[in-house]
């Protein structure tokens, strides 16, 4: 896959996401999407630190030519950000724009760089352009728990 492709891939991706989270109400966003899971506020906010580690782990891939660092402590990182607290709308927010700048920096993965090396401590090794797409897959499956049942 080209950069191009990826990029184009990564912003239908976004843009598909952000058209199903918007059918997301307030009073929805406060309840869990599934019995004794996350809050859809509270999963929403996994997706904003997936997105928070993700530009990092890319960034980091792109400039040195590979990444390894260590895992996400999921439950421990959306308990401390209380995202149940905040509103659905500034989630939202937050996670569009985030993802916009994500976006800008996959546009712009030089060629030579798409096959480094990215590994997150207890996950296999993938090369860059897979593993964007796998962020986009996790997400997907996350915004697909979020919008069911509504």
């Not at 019995?35 to 506020?41: A, D, N, T, V």
């Not at 937050?94 to 916009?100: E, S, V, Y």
């Amino acid at each position: 896959m080209t950069t191009a492709e990826l990029a184009a891939l990564f912003d239908s991706a976004i843009a598909d996401a952000e058209a199903s989270l918007r059918r997301v109400s307030e009073e929805q966003a406060s309840q869990p999407s599934r019995k004794g899971g996350w809050l859809r506020k509270q999963e929403l906010g996994h997706l904003l630190d997936s997105v928070q580690n993700n530009h990092q782990r890319i960034v980091l891939a792109v400039l040195e030519g590979r990444y390894e660092g260590p895992s996400y402590a999921g439950e421990a990182w959306v308990d401390l950000h209380n995202y149940g607290d905040l509103s659905w709308a500034d989630l939202l927010s937050h996670w569009k724009d985030r993802n916009r700048m994500l976006g800008r920096v996959v546009a712009r993965i030089p060629a030579a760089r798409l096959g480094a090396p990215v590994k997150v401590a207890g996950d296999g090794e993938m090369n860059l352009a897979a593993w964007v797409e796998d962020y986009l897959e996790h997400m997907r499956h996350h915004v697909d728990a979020i919008v069911e049942g509504i």
